[in-house]
């Protein structure tokens, strides 16, 4: 019953998921190189499972393939397929709670494979197309929209955090970024207010507009969720966007601007925000040096960005 194109796959996905190795923190590990040689038949097993028609062309995110679907009622939807890893293992779990209050609908999951039917938003205008600070006003705003208790199943945010390396394993990280950054977070985490449902990756490129204008004007996507505050979320409206970050004449003040502009709208306390957003660009950066040395750039980002919050 596929009517999909023979190149299915998106190169940009295959690219990215290929030569992947299993991620352990899930259910059913697959690597990505399996993955992508069943994914065919995952998509046509969908397709007949939540009676789904074939209508778009095939779109890929870092992680995921999304097909535009038409239900059989004749509605507009996507169909999301991850390869399961377990930054999107609470995703269904997240969508639920929010009801589309602020985010993409969820019509349908089946949550072991990462799999879900969701509400169609419209891919050709995300938010990355509006100014960054009113890209942070939209971001603020999203955050109040989303704020939810958190669920039991949610991992807390001390428990997503992973121990802090040596500064001796990463000389390429100024050691006082380090030692500041690794002796004010458990201040942060034993100090942090009522423990919300936290949206870890809302950026720019993570919010779309919706098809139906009735639904408002932006919804976020693909959340990676804990338990934890919103003060942590602010960081990545902060690196993302390197090309205005450079044009910046002082990059301090800009950057430090973006993080007070989704605070304030989201009402939350601004020494929270600064404190969290410096320990994610330091946790980015030694992330960097230790696991992927060779993408330079971003090192040198987080570190600058880094610099621009430290005390």
């Known amino acids: 019953m596929n009517s999909w194109p023979t190149d299915l796959i998106p190169s940009a996905l295959r690219a990215s998921v290929a030569g992947r190795q299993p991620d ?4 059913h ?4 190189d399996r993955w992508l040689v069943r994914l ?3 998509v046509d097993e969908y397709l007949d499972r939540w009676n789904l028609t074939p209508d778009g062309t095939p779109l890929a995110g870092e992680n995921a393939l999304v097909l535009p679907v038409r239900r059989d009622t004749g509605e507009l939807a996507a169909l999301k397929l991850s390869w399961p890893h377990h930054e999107a293992q ?6 639920r709670l929010w009801a589309g209050g602020g985010a993409v609908t969820l019509l349908a999951a089946d949550p072991t494979p990462q799999v879900l039917l969701l509400e169609r938003l419209d891919p050709t205008r995300p938010l990355t197309g509006v100014s960054i600070f009113e890209a942070c006003e939209v971001i603020g705003g999203l955050f109040g929209a989303l704020g939810r208790l958190a669920t039991p199943q949610a991992p807390a945010l001390a428990d997503h955090l992973s121990p802090w390396e040596s500064p001796s394993v990463t000389p390429q990280v100024p050691q006082r970024l380090v030692q500041q950054a ?3 977070e458990p201040d942060l985490l034993s100090s942090a207010p009522q423990t919300s449902l936290v949206h870890t990756d809302l950026h720019d490129a ?3 507009a919706p098809l139906d204008p009735e639904r408002g004007e932006w919804l976020a996507i693909d959340p990676k969720v804990v338990a934890g505050e919103w003060a942590y979320a602010v960081a990545p409206i902060v690196w993302n966007r390197p090309d205005d970050l450079a044009r910046a004449h002082d990059l301090r003040v800009h950057a430090r601007l973006r993080a007070d502009i989704v605070g304030d ?3 939350l306390d601004p020494d929270r925000v600064r404190a969290w957003t410096f320990v994610r660009l330091v ?3 030694v992330d960097t040096a230790c696991h992927a040395p060779g993408n330079s750039e971003f090192l040198t980002r987080m570190i600058t960005l880094a610099k621009a919050f430290a005390d």
């Open 182 to 184: 690794a002796a004010s």
């Open 24 to 27: 352990s923190g899930v259910a």
């Open 90 to 95: 609470f995703e269904h779990l997240a969508l």
């Open 265 to 267: 709208v989201a009402g």
């Open 206 to 208: 993570n919010v779309l």
């Open 40 to 42: 065919p038949v995952q």
């Open 29 to 32: 590990p697959i690597d990505g």
């Open 283 to 285: 946790r980015n950066a």
